[in-house]
Structure formats: structure tokens, C-alpha cells
């Protein structure tokens, strides 16, 4: 039996909330029994329920002169507090969550920064939380002071319900152990065999052709969703999952939106599962540590997972079937567990070192979000791009017809000699990173950033939550330069690179930096720049579908900078994704034209 999200609260902060009531009863008794006074009994009453208050105020009082000593004596100082309405900074978790639903990403934060600078103090439910996006405060964070910061238990527990125990929800031992085993599937050979992805993406562009040529409209986010699942899991398991047999979905304005059964394909009823995870697990990073009293009876999130879990458990089941069938024969004696033979999947080597069944799924589960969600939002967002961007997209098709040519399948040597490609890719990451936001936490003894602008040292206290802002750091005007929200890709070939990347490398980090660097970055730079190579050959020109498109909300069109140039709704859950989808229609490339 499972235990309710909010009985698990309740029993970790019970001693909080009991404690003062009872010392205060208990000091009542003994001055009565001393003095011999007959308090009256409403008295007890009032006393214990003020104590509670009265002790939430002490602590506080004494958190924020602890936390002032301790900075103090290191010569720091703490991080500007942002201003809040009500206690606990409970306004500011309703503007959160508003902003969830309907703004744009990071706005809430935009606007505190103007307020009070780019390193914030928004103590969150009472629980100590820092925002940045400072490339120094990233870098430290990440990779000069990597060993003073660490997942930590809030995030771990936030995110436990999807992430299990796998390499983006561990620390220490664990994490180690993940990124050891993971390691060897992203090398230069493994990332360079296009064959899984050549056949998936011939397939998705093919059902493209075909729904375009009805007529209608395609959803592009959906496809390419598709798209990288199934390379996703061949690369992984050995075996895709055939997202793509259950057909693209149609518009909602057909007729045949309706009809269709496609909805309940496996394939389909995973992937809505997996978003609604995702959505309910990022819901969690506002409440902090209070997220169970949201979900008090049920965990949302646990419930999707399981029927994610579904289809994790055939694969691993079977894969420790194999394993047990090859011991009994004697045939895997001797081999050494650590050893990677070259036509090892991921599953098949997890198996040899683990029989664990649940750390062999989370690890799968957490790989496969990363190699799907992270590929698909960059492609989504180049789509989109190059549908506001019509002189780019001839710019890149041209590269690519020089390059590769019409009909030519790409190779690795000839997608890194496509220097545009490689700059659109850059700035599509720039403007459109796929994890926007992400956060770490300090341990049991805090720790100390840098001073920067001339300003003094930040103490960080211990078990703070550290977030930082990849979104906003990657489109302030002082880092990218006047023009850092227009969309151009030249920045990253032209005197501008010299200019403002290449002295400040940490103001570009979509992919983390430091130990835990994203293990499959080129892996991600090699199946974008594939697909998008193949979707350039076959089509021309792409435009949103404005009769289908969901427009974002009408108060977005008077905001600043890049908010305003947006025609699609952009939102986060974990990762970037395009509410509604990205519908466009795509003119097929002609013969003579490529001739």
C-alpha cells in the first residue's frame, strides 16, 4: 500500500510542529505547579496555538542572523532578498505557478532582477533559494565549486516519482556509478552510425510528404517527437517502440481528428503519459519541500509513471531473461562485467553489471528523456525559426545542397563542414535552450561565490537551493551584445564570437558544463544536423499554419524584448516545448530546383 504524498509530510514535519506546542504546554503545567496557580484552561489553548507562530518567527529571526554572522566572518555578504507581499514569499509561488500556465518562460525572475540585480534571495515557502544568471555564479556552480553543490534531498524528492534514482536525480556514489556506465555509448563511433537514424527520419519525412500533400497541415513537434523516440530506443534497447507506425495526428479543425484511433496506440498512450509527468513534475520545483500538501492524497506524478513504467518493464524483463538463460548454459563465465562490446546497447550492458531491475529502468528512463526531449525541442524551435526566418532557411538549404547535395545521405565529415549549420544549430540553443532553468543545492556547510562587478562574495547557506537561469543569461544584452534577442546566426561565425563568447565561454551552457556535462552533447549536434540536412533536401519553404496554430496569449505582444516577436506559445515542464504543437506547412523541394 501506498502512503499518501501528504501523510509523508505530515510524519517528516511533525516534530516542527509538535514540539512547540508541547514545551509550552509542559512549561504552563510546571509554572502552575510551582506557583500553585490555577491557569485557566483557554489559556493553555491560545498559549500552545501561539506557540506555533511564535516559534516559526524565532526561527526565521534566527535563520537570517545566522546566515548574516556566517557571511560576515567569510567576508560576504548574502544575496539581495526579493521583495514579497506576504510571508513565506507565498505571492511570489502564486506568480510562479500563474506564469507556468500561462507567461513566458523565467519572466517572474526577469522582472525581480530588474528589481533587485541577477543573484536573488526568494526564500520560498521559508526555504533558503537563490536565483542567478551570472555566468560566474554558473561556472561555479557547475564546475570550479561542482563539489560544494549537489542535487540535493528537496530536488531529489521532487523529482523522485520520475526520475527514480537515475543519473539526473543522484549524487555522489550513485551519480558516478550512472555516468561510468553511460559513458562509453556516447563515443566518437557509437554517435557517427546513422543507420537507426536515416531509417526513422526517412520514415517521418516520408508520413510528412503524405499528410502535406492532403492538404492538410503537420504538427511538427509531435513528428519529430516520434522521430527521436524511436531512434532513442533502438540506441538504447536495441529495438525502436514505432511511435511513428501510429501515424502523425491531424489537425484539430479535420474532421479526421476526431475519428482517429490513433490516440490509443501504445506508442501514444506513453507519450501523453510522459508529458503529463513531466508537467506535474515541474509543478513541484514552486512548492519546495510543500509539494506533498499540493498532491496530498495522490502523487500525480507517480501515477503517470506507471503506465511509463509499462513499457520499460517488458524490455528490462526480457533483457534479464536473456541474461539468466546465458548464465545457466555456462556462457557468460569469465567475461568481465565492465567490458563494453562493441555491439552492446545500453540495456544489454546495464544487465551484465546489475540485476536491479528499478536501476536499470530509471537509468534507461533518464537517458532516453535526455536523448529525446532535449534533440526534439532543439528541431522543434529550428523549425519555427526558419518558418519567421524564410532568408536563413535559403541560406542553410543552400549549405546544405553545396555540402551534401540533393539526394546525398550526410556523414560526419560533411556535417561538421557545414560551419552555418553548426551556427544555426548554436543560436536556436541560445535563444531556445531546452532546459531553460535548473538547479542545484548546497550541502551541509554552505559555501561562498565569488564577488563579481566589484561587488563582495556571496554566501551561499547550507541546504540552499541554487537555481540558475540558462534562458536569461543566454539573451542579456551585456554578454551577446545590443542585438542579443534577435535571432541571427552570423554571431556565432562573425567578429561577435571573438567579441563576447570566446573570453566568456560560461555565457553558453545548454548542454551544463563541468563534471556533469551532458554526456551526449554531440550526439545531440549529430542527429539535429542529420535531420535537419534531410529535411532541407526534401522541402523548400516553411510557414506556420496560422489557421491552426494556437497563438500565444494577446498581453505577450506588449511585453519586452523577444516575448513580443513570439507567434507560438512557448512553456516549460522539464524541458522547452510549444503548447499545442508546431503546425506548419512545408513546400516539397522541386527536381530542377536542385539540379
Not at 491557569?39 to 493553555?44: A, G, I
Not at 489553548?45 to 534566527?62: D, E, K, N, R, T
Not at 510571508?87 to 532582477?113: C, H, M
Request: glycine share 6%; net charge neutral; aromatic share 10%.
Amino acid at each position: 500500500m501506498t502512503v499518501p504524498p501528504g501523510f509523508v509530510w505530515i510524519a517528516q514535519n511533525a516534530p516542527r510542529f509538535l514540539l512547540p506546542p508541547t514545551l509550552t504546554y509542559a512549561a504552563l503545567h510546571i509554572l502552575s505547579q510551582q506557583h500553585r496557580l490555577a491557569l485557566p484552561h483557554w489559556l493553555d489553548v491560545v498559549a500552545c496555538a501561539l506557540s506555533l507562530p511564535g516559534a516559526f518567527v524565532i526561527a526565521v529571526l534566527y535563520t537570517k542572523f545566522r546566515d548574516t554572522r556566517a557571511a560576515a566572518a567569510r567576508g560576504a555578504v548574502l544575496a539581495p532578498m526579493v521583495p514579497s507581499r506576504l510571508p513565506g514569499s507565498i505571492d511570489k509561488v502564486t506568480q510562479l505557478a500563474r506564469n507556468f500556465e500561462v507567461g513566458y518562460i523565467s519572466d517572474v525572475q526577469r522582472r525581480d532582477a530588474e528589481t533587485v540585480g541577477n543573484t536573488m534571495s526568494t526564500p520560498v515557502l521559508w526555504q533558503n533559494r537563490i536565483q542567478t544568471s551570472e555566468p560566474e555564479y554558473v561556472k561555479a556552480i557547475l564546475a570550479t565549486q561542482f563539489k560544494s553543490f549537489e542535487k540535493g534531498p528537496v530536488l531529489f524528492e521532487q523529482f523522485k516519482s520520475l526520475f527514480g534514482i537515475g543519473v539526473f536525480n543522484s549524487d555522489g556514489d550513485m551519480w558516478k556509478f550512472h555516468r561510468t556506465m553511460t559513458r562509453p555509448f556516447f563515443n566518437k563511433d557509437r554517435i557517427s552510425h546513422f543507420d537507426a537514424v536515416d531509417r526513422h527520419a526517412e520514415d517521418a519525412l516520408g508520413q510528412t510528404k503524405a499528410r502535406l500533400r492532403e492538404g492538410l497541415p503537420i504538427d511538427f513537434q509531435d513528428m519529430v517527437h516520434r522521430f527521436t523516440l524511436d531512434s532513442a530506443t533502438e540506441f538504447l534497447f536495441g529495438k525502436d517502440v514505432r511511435s511513428l507506425s501510429a501515424g502523425l495526428i491531424y489537425p484539430p479543425n479535420s474532421p479526421l481528428a476526431v475519428t482517429s484511433t490513433a490516440k490509443n496506440h501504445p506508442a501514444n498512450v506513453f507519450a501523453d503519459a510522459f508529458m503529463e509527468s513531466q508537467i506535474a513534475t515541474g509543478q513541484r520545483f514552486f512548492w519546495a519541500g510543500a509539494w506533498r500538501l499540493r498532491e496530498f492524497w495522490t502523487d500525480k506524478v507517480a501515477q503517470k509513471s506507471a503506465i511509463v513504467n509499462q513499457f520499460f518493464e517488458p524490455v528490462v524483463e526480457a533483457a534479464l531473461e536473456r541474461k539468466r538463460e546465458r548464465q545457466a548454459k555456462g556462457l557468460d563465465q569469465g567475461q568481465d562485467k565492465a567490458e563494453v562490446d562493441e555491439e552492446d546497447t545500453l540495456l544489454d550492458h546495464l544487465v551484465k553489471v546489475t540485476d536491479d531491475k528499478k536501476l536499470i529502468r530509471d537509468e534507461l528512463f533518464n537517458i532516453m528523456l535526455a536523448g529525446r526531449d532535449t534533440t526534439a525541442c532543439t528541431l522543434t524551435m529550428s523549425v519555427y525559426m526558419l518558418s519567421q526566418h524564410p532568408d536563413i532557411l535559403r541560406r542553410l538549404r543552400e549549405e546544405v545542397l553545396t555540402k551534401v547535395g540533393p539526394s546525398s545521405r550526410p556523414t560526419t565529415e560533411s556535417i561538421r563542414d557545414m560551419k552555418y549549420m553548426r551556427a544555426f544549430i548554436n543560436e536556436v540553443l541560445r535563444l531556445y535552450p531546452p532546459v531553460p532553468n535548473n538547479s542545484r543545492a548546497t550541502g551541509s556547510k554552505g559555501t561562498v561565490l565569488p564577488g563579481i562587478n566589484g561587488q563582495p562574495p556571496i554566501y551561499v547557506p547550507p541546504n540552499t537551493t541554487a537555481g540558475y537561469s540558462v534562458f536569461l543569461m543566454q539573451r542579456r544584452k551585456d554578454f551577446w551584445g545590443p542585438d542579443a534577442e534577435l535571432f541571427d546566426p552570423d554571431r556565432f561565425i562573425d567578429e561577435r564570437l571573438r567579441k563576447y563568447l570566446t573570453p566568456n565561454p560560461f555565457i553558453f551552457t545548454p548542454f551544463n558544463a563541468g563534471p556533469r556535462i551532458c554526456l551526449g552533447q554531440q550526439f545531440a549536434y549529430n542527429e539535429t544536423s542529420y535531420f535537419l540536412v534531410k529535411l532541407l533536401q526534401a522541402f523548400s519553404t516553411i510557414e506556420l499554419a496560422g489557421d491552426v496554430q494556437p497563438k500565444p496569449p494577446a498581453e505577450w505582444s506588449e511585453a519586452k524584448g523577444r516575448q513580443a516577436m513570439e507567434k507560438v506559445m512557448i512553456k516549460i515542464h522539464l524541458t522547452m516545448y510549444i503548447h499545442g504543437g508546431l503546425w506548419v506547412r512545408m513546400g516539397e523541394a522541386k527536381d530542377v530546383e536542385e539540379a
